[in-house]
């Protein structure tokens, strides 16, 4: 409850309700973990979505959602439906691309070189 200083009087009141076995929706970064394969042989990664939104109790809720990208090749994508996220289910279309290494200008011009000889 929040008074006015000189009155005394009622200004504001927050009426809060207790969910915890009620799901709620919520917005959850993604936080990605480890090296992409595709980057080491010279690619470039790409996030495309930095969050998604999941339907979840509270109990469950976690700061960040982590998306391991070791096994990310050059011109693959994560997808939503590849997103593990135990306890959740993630409301966001299952075939939107999250991430994805791409090949960099001088790795297409290295391609082109040796194709061209």
Do not use: C, W
């Not at 005394?8 to 919520?26: R, T």
């Amino acid at each position: 409850m929040q008074f006015d200083k000189v009155t005394d009087v009622l200004i504001h009141i927050d009426l809060l309700e207790l969910v915890e076995d009620k799901k709620i929706i919520a917005t959850i970064p993604l936080k990605y973990t480890g090296a992409a394969k595709g980057v080491k042989e010279g690619g470039r990664f790409v996030s495309k979505i930095k969050s998604v939104k999941v339907k979840t109790l509270p109990k469950h809720l976690a700061e960040t959602i982590e998306v391991p990208i070791d096994d990310l090749a050059i011109n693959e994508n994560i997808r939503i439906e590849d997103i593990k996220a135990p306890e959740m289910e993630i409301l966001n279309s299952p075939r939107i691309p999250v991430a994805s290494v791409v090949m960099t200008r001088q790795l297409k011009q290295e391609e082109a070189a040796a194709a061209k000889k």
